[in-house]
């Protein structure tokens, strides 16, 4: 019998299943809450289960792997097509003892990735928990015989209830996305060579100056530590976007402004700046294509041209060297005293695709 113990956090329970009616069935995979009692009771023990919904029952041509202290006492209710499961709060996934010659269970459908590990197909994983459950137990086992070493597991959010069962046999949380959460399992007994979740952000921003010698700059609404002071426009790079595009869009989305990308100037590299994750900022030089302000009233509070000089003036900017430098160097790159990076698109033979490549034009 596979239990998922009370060591389970009340987060992944709610993962598990939602509350309807008290209770969710999936096939014989069953959670009970107490609808007066806002604690669930997780169970080691979980009575004997005398059919499946399907109308066959559990005898010696169809083994189970079960645990030696089964209790037999609790209450019970009706399958539907016969048998009945135990009404003892808890969770239970029952399915066929595998080491059984009798049974027969299929692996999870999966390909072989380019460091002798697996990646599982997740448009194929099994609809049930017990399906599940015996298809990973049975692969995990193959894949050790075959000596694989990491393997990759991304459930959709739609089968969130597979999630527990994975963790209980030793996978562990990579990543998540909206859509799904990626788990991956080391095989050998040896340190884990997997490579690490996701540890940046990367952010953009664009410097925006006419030929009058203003510069575009934005108020922010949120109450972080640049509230108040006219900056130049920032914000993320959305997936697959790339660095120079971002910094395009963002300056649009929040002023209406048309740009063109001039040169990457500089780079800030952070710590622990959001969720502990690092932050990588790139600043831009753009130069504007058109003049007149439309503003994004959802994130800014205004937007304006605002002189030079004036924009220099302000005191965080006088206390700040951080962002005192980066001006620095972006009036500089304007008055051609200082030249960034272009980009440049390439070709590589490691991938065969074009990308950008970021270096002085001048070599």
Not at 278 to 307: G, Y
């Amino acid at each position: 019998m596979y239990l998922l113990g009370p060591s389970m956090s009340v987060a992944t329970m709610k993962m598990t299943a939602a509350l309807v009616d008290g209770s969710r069935w999936s096939g014989v995979y069953w959670q009970h809450f107490m609808k007066d009692n806002p604690k669930t009771s997780w169970t080691k023990d979980c009575s004997r289960l005398q059919g499946l919904s399907r109308g066959k029952s559990f005898d010696d041509s169809f083994p189970l792997k079960s645990s030696n202290n089964t209790r037999l006492n609790s209450s019970t209710m009706p399958l539907l097509g016969g048998g009945c499961i135990s009404k003892k709060r808890g969770l239970c996934v029952v399915f066929p003892d595998i080491s059984s010659p009798s049974v027969k269970v299929e692996n999870l459908d999966s390909c072989d990735d380019e460091y002798d590990g697996v990646i599982v197909n997740s448009e194929s994983l099994p609809s049930s928990a017990n399906a599940f459950a015996s298809a990973l137990m049975a692969s995990l086992s193959n894949w050790k015989l075959q000596g694989k070493k990491g393997v990759w597991l991304k459930i959709p959010s739609n089968q969130a209830d597979l999630v527990p069962i994975a963790i209980q046999e030793g996978f562990d949380y990579h990543h998540a996305e909206a859509g799904y959460v990626m788990l991956t399992h080391w095989i050998p007994d040896e340190p884990c060579l997997l490579p690490a979740s996701p540890s940046h952000q990367i952010g953009v921003a664009g410097f925006v100056i006419n030929d009058k010698r203003e510069v575009l700059v934005v108020k922010e609404k949120c109450p972080c530590s640049c509230s108040g002071v006219w900056k130049m426009p920032t914000g993320y790079i959305n997936k697959s976007e790339d660095i120079f595009s971002g910094a395009i869009r963002e300056v649009k989305e929040e002023t209406g402004v048309n740009t063109i990308f001039m040169e990457m100037v500089a780079f800030r590299h952070a710590h622990l700046v959001a969720f502990e994750k690092s932050d990588l900022l790139f600043v831009c030089m753009l130069k504007p294509l058109s003049f007149e302000i439309t503003l994004d009233e959802k994130e800014l509070q205004a937007a304006k041209w605002m002189p030079l000089h004036e924009f220099l003036g302000q005191p965080f900017y006088e206390e700040d060297h951080m962002s005192k430098k980066v001006i620095d160097i972006c009036i500089a790159s304007y008055e051609d005293h200082y030249k960034g990076f272009i980009a440049h698109q390439l070709t590589s033979k490691l991938d065969g695709r074009l990308s950008y490549l970021y270096y002085d034009g001048s070599h």
